[in-house]
C-alpha cells in the first residue's frame, strides 16, 4: 500500500500541476499523509513493543502514540495550508485546464481511498478480542 500510495501521489500532483486544480492536489496531499501515517504507524508499532534498551531502560512503549501526534501535527498543517490556498482561489478563480484528465485521475484516486479503507478495516487490529473490564480476561 505504501508503494501505491506514493505512486498516487506523484499522479495526482503532477496532474493537478498540468490541469491547475486545487482539489487534486489537495487529495495528493491527502494520499502523502496517509502514506506518512502509515510509515509512522508501521515504525511505533515496532518500536512501542521494545521493552528495553540501553539507551531507555523502560522501552519505547509510547513511541506510537508520539507517532500519532507527529502525523496529527502534519494533518493540521496540511489542512491549514488548502484553506489559505482555497480562499486565494475564491477571491481570484482560476480555470481548470485538462478536465478531463482530473477527473480520470481523481475517480482514480477515489478507487484508490476505497480499497485503502477496505485493506485496513481487516487489519488485526480491528478484530482483537476485546477484554471483560470486571474481571479482566
Not at 510509515?39 to 512501542?48: A, H, T, Y
Not at 482561489?89 to 478536465?99: D, G, H, L, M
Not at 482530473?102 to 475517480?107: H, K, N, Q, R, Y
Request: neutral net charge; proline residues 1%; contains cysteine.
Amino acid at each position: 500500500m505504501c508503494a501505491v500510495s506514493l505512486v498516487l501521489f506523484a499522479v495526482e500532483i503532477s496532474v493537478a500541476y498540468v490541469g491547475n486544480s486545487l482539489s487534486l492536489a489537495s487529495d495528493a496531499f491527502a494520499v502523502l499523509s496517509h502514506l506518512i501515517s502509515m510509515i509512522i504507524g508501521l515504525f511505533g508499532v515496532r518500536f512501542s513493543r521494545i521493552r528495553w534498551h540501553k539507551a531507555s531502560t523502560f522501552g519505547f512503549g509510547r513511541a506510537d502514540v508520539l507517532g500519532a501526534f507527529g502525523n496529527s501535527v502534519f494533518a493540521t498543517a496540511l489542512m491549514f495550508s488548502v484553506f489559505v490556498e482555497a480562499i486565494k482561489r475564491f477571491i481570484n478563480p482560476q480555470k481548470t485546464e485538462k478536465a478531463l484528465l482530473v477527473l480520470i485521475v481523481g475517480i482514480a484516486g477515489l478507487f484508490f481511498n476505497v480499497f485503502n479503507y477496505v485493506i485496513f478495516m481487516d487489519c488485526c487490529y480491528c478484530h482483537a478480542p476485546q477484554e471483560d473490564t470486571e474481571t479482566g480476561k
